[in-house]
């Protein structure tokens, strides 16, 4: 590492200028810059999520016709997916605090790491391109399922080459993570000694690495069959649909733990943080992270139970899909492990932590569900699915993604927020969520089909609770989002180490100088969380 010393400026004092931020190489402002852009089409994705629930709070057209229902709810999963959930964490918090977690100054590749983002801005141009040019957005949903997506006349072909370039931003991230870790962790810091979001970033950057291209192939034939007429997809023309759900579903599944990994990760840095303990199993937590990014690539086939494969091979995928659950409850239990006798503080980071744990069980369990070949056939298209997969999304990559932002903010604005203002949004963002999703488990239970505008009467009372918990849960985001920027503009100075923190990010000054430390970190003794004071029998 290159810190001297000589105290060095803030990082976000040494330029000033917006040309000083968009061409700038620091890990830590192209951290921030993926943390507004991603957080700005968080914000649009809600807000299609609201319209459509609107649509739905009673039978009926409302407010929008069939064709625009289907192409917001599109457009909402390809922001949600491809621009907020996949990028959110490795991005913001990977780019910011990796390097810092090592004790080294940068990323392996730092002009790589700012084509990354620039990849992210041009991709999401051409999403919101299709507000504007062609026929309109997608009207397909994200997972653009052939033959339709073929056949379709609206803008598809914009969208699949915004995911696209999407793609390859997220391969230049998982490339620089892996790169940065292997060769830039501080004298001493064997792979045993990285902090555990570290390790979830590694797993999850092998996935990026390894499956991202398989969906890019895949998008360009869809290209390739609308513009060039190629049969490919559409049996028609001699192709095979059965062939894109493969292709697709090779990379998407995946895709999941690229989503739910990094929020793990921090889990498991609040988590030691707040109980003030040593974490229970590090080696455990660590080495599932591999096992969970492993067995991720052989369980793709669950999601076409129903499309008309042979036997075996159904009782196979569903057979890794269960397996799969064993390294997620290796992590669920030395978490709460960890807590156990530990000197808890219930600050914000810890409870948003701890819902993470509630809502990732829930969306966890009804994987299962859904994961057994005979509840599969009833509930697959339904609105369970839907609730299990916003329970994994949201209530868990989400919420872990706010608390997060809760834990480092000190550290990353050299401020400190209302804890009282909070604690208040996360009570009411959490009680919102549940309100919004658990109705959703119960109406595809009852057989309600998901992606339709309209819907039977004996659906109506649970789609008015789900709409009156998106009310909810959007007041407490903008609470939470208002507490936030109050804190950035006014709020008192963070001290360096607010939280008692163990690991190297809270040995710098907050926030940390051009070049992360002024003079060389020390390593814990005994790993990276090891309180000297803790009850860790």
Do not use: C
Not at 94 to 115: E, H, K, S
Not at 378 to 390: E, K, N, P, S
Not at 492 to 509: F, S, V, Y
């Amino acid at each position: 590492m290159t810190g001297t010393s000589a105290s060095q400026p803030s990082y976000l004092d040494v330029t000033k200028g917006l040309f000083s931020w968009i061409f700038t190489l620091d890990h830590k402002r192209i951290g921030l810059l993926y943390l507004y852009t991603v957080g700005s089409f968080f914000l649009v994705g809600v807000i299609l999520g609201v319209i459509m629930r609107l649509e739905l709070f009673n039978p009926g057209a409302d407010i929008i016709e069939a064709q625009t229902y289907n192409q917001v709810f599109t457009l909402h999963g390809v922001i949600m997916v491809f621009l907020f959930i996949i990028p959110s964490i490795p991005a913001v918090f990977g780019n910011f605090f990796l390097p810092i977690m090592l004790g080294t100054d940068d990323v392996a590749f730092p002009r790589i790491n700012l084509m990354s983002w620039w990849l992210y801005v041009i991709g999401a141009i051409f999403a919101l391109g299709t507000l504007i040019f062609g026929d309109g957005p997608a009207d397909t949903g994200w997972t653009f399922y052939a033959p339709y997506s073929v056949k379709t006349g609206t803008n598809v072909s914009m969208t699949v080459l915004a995911a696209f370039v999407l793609g390859f931003s997220s391969i230049l991230t998982g490339l620089n993570f892996i790169v940065t870790i292997h060769r830039l962790r501080a004298p001493g810091m064997g792979f045993n000694d990285m902090p555990l979001f570290s390790w979830a970033l590694y797993a999850t950057s092998w996935i990026q690495l390894l499956a991202t291209p398989i969906i890019g192939i895949t998008l360009l034939m869809i290209l390739a069959e609308r513009v060039l007429g190629i049969g490919l997809f559409d049996p028609a023309i001699g192709g095979d649909p059965i062939l894109y759900q493969h292709l697709f579903w090779i990379y998407s599944h995946p895709a999941v733990y690229i989503m739910a990994l990094p929020a793990m990760g921090i889990v498991s840095e609040i988590i030691p943080t707040f109980s003030q303990r040593t974490i229970f199993g590090y080696k455990a937590i660590a080495y599932s992270s591999m096992g969970i990014a492993l067995v991720g690539y052989f369980v793709w086939g669950h999601h076409m139970f129903t499309s008309g494969m042979s036997g075996p091979s159904a009782w196979i995928f569903s057979l890794l899909t269960f397996f799969v659950a064993i390294p997620t409850s290796i992590k669920v239990f030395n978490w709460l492990a960890t807590l156990y006798k530990g000197s808890i503080d219930i600050e914000v980071p810890l409870l948003y932590a701890l819902a993470f744990i509630f809502n990732f069980l829930i969306g966890g369990l009804t994987g299962l569900v859904v994961g057994a070949l005979a509840a599969d056939v009833h509930l697959h298209d339904t609105y369970f699915v839907v609730g299990h997969f916003h329970y994994v999304m949201l209530g868990g990559t989400g919420f872990a993604f706010i608390g997060g932002l809760h834990y480092w903010f000190p550290k990353m604005w050299g401020k400190m927020y209302n804890k009282a203002v909070a604690k208040l949004a996360f009570a009411i963002i959490f009680i919102g969520l549940n309100i919004l999703y658990f109705p959703m488990l119960i109406l595809g239970v009852m057989g309600m089909p998901r992606r339709y505008y309209d819907y039977l009467p004996e659906f109506h009372t649970l789609n008015q609770v789900s709409t009156v918990g998106s009310w909810i849960m959007v007041t407490g985001l903008i609470i939470m989002l208002v507490n936030l920027f109050i804190a950035h503009r006014k709020g008192k100075k963070a001290p360096d180490n607010p939280w008692n923190g163990i690991t190297l990010e809270w040995q710098t000054k907050s926030p940390p100088p051009l070049y992360n430390f002024d003079k060389m970190p020390k390593l814990a003794k005994g790993g990276p969380y090891n309180y000297p004071n803790a009850k860790n029998s």
